[in-house]
Nanobody, 120 residues
Framework: QVQLVESGGGLVQPGGSLRLSCAAS????????MVWYRQAPGKQREFVAH???????RVADSVKGRFTISRDNAKNTMYLQMNSLKPEDTAVYYC??????????????WGQGTQVTVSS
């Protein structure tokens, strides 16, 4: 049973920083792409940042220069360092990963989400 668990969300003032984590656990053989998405109230889920298994990254224009995605393959964990946060970054942040688990084909898995609120 593969699980993705996000952590690190919370309430922060505009201009502040947070670091989100997404830890994968279970009978994992390989983790390929890992992605952060977010969903604000009343809006569709949107792409935030992506990282490949070898560390190539891509981030959305709306967060470029402020957010950094990284991963620690030894820990099966992905991170999102969020700096200079703005109220419009308020959303539930979800992690997604393409994972090859024992006895299963490579599949997409989702975490449960972590709330980020940027407010004074």
């Amino acid at each position: 049973q593969v699980q993705l668990v996000e952590s690190g969300g919370g309430l922060v003032q505009p201009g502040g920083s947070l670091r989100l984590s997404c830890a994968a656990s279970g009978s994992i053989l390989s983790i390929y792409s890992m992605v952060w998405y977010r969903q604000a109230p009343g809006k569709q889920r949107e792409f935030v940042a992506h990282i490949t298994s070898v560390g190539s990254t891509r981030v959305a224009d709306s967060v470029k220069g402020r957010f950094t995605i990284s991963r620690d393959n030894a820990k099966n964990t992905m991170y999102l360092q969020m700096n200079s946060l703005k109220p419009e970054d308020t959303a539930v942040y979800y992690c997604n990963a393409q994972i090859k688990a024992v006895g299963k084909p490579a599949s997409d898995y989702w975490g449960q989400g972590t709330q980020v609120t940027v407010s004074s």
